[in-house]
């Protein structure tokens, strides 16, 4: 009596394609930036993105604070990786995420799956409709902070050659100076 719900997503994003995977993949760096997630970090010793490796996740109030175990598979960086839920999340029955990153001049494509199989009928509109707004958020969410990072890093490379800049043209009034 499960329903399937099958949701993918793509954007375009100036980075590229393996600091896009760190930051999808790697719990710790996710639960930074993406706002649907409380908390995120590995289960046991074996801290570190692989594949069988076990990551606890936690969402946020409004997906209902609903915490999970997750195994990564699929793992091929910089170009695709994915988890599924171990046991049941909340209503649904398995819930699994796919990323894939394409390289492409400008930027990186990157794909988002989410598959879910809910245990009844009844929820499976609600439950597709939050997870539906959860992938859009999410991809926009690290558009949004690689553009801040990017942003910052230009700012901060323009400073340097205001910097530079002003310098040049001390050395320049103090060489007109000497003569």
Do not use: C
């Amino acid at each position: 009596m499960s329903e399937s719900i099958s949701i993918k997503q793509t954007i375009v994003v100036r980075a590229r394609p393996d600091v896009l995977y760190r930051l999808a993949l790697e719990p710790r760096r996710r639960v930074k930036w993406d706002p649907n997630l409380a908390k995120a970090d590995y289960e046991g010793e074996n801290a570190r993105l692989a594949n069988n490796a076990l990551v606890r996740f936690k969402f946020t109030r409004r997906l209902l604070g609903l915490s999970f175990t997750a195994k990564y598979g699929q793992l091929q960086a910089p170009q695709r990786g994915g988890w599924e839920s171990v046991r049941n999340v909340g209503p649904l029955e398995k819930l699994t995420q796919g990323w894939t990153f394409k390289p492409m001049p400008g930027g990186t494509e990157v794909t988002l799956t989410l598959n879910a199989r809910v245990m009844y009928r009844w929820i499976k509109t609600p439950i597709e409709r939050v997870l539906h707004n959860m992938v859009a958020t999410t991809l926009l969410e690290l558009q949004r902070s690689v553009d801040a990072q990017g942003a910052q890093l230009l700012e901060d490379m323009g400073r340097e050659m205001q910097e530079r800049q002003k310098a040049e043209q001390k050395a320049a009034k103090a060489a007109k100076k000497k003569r």
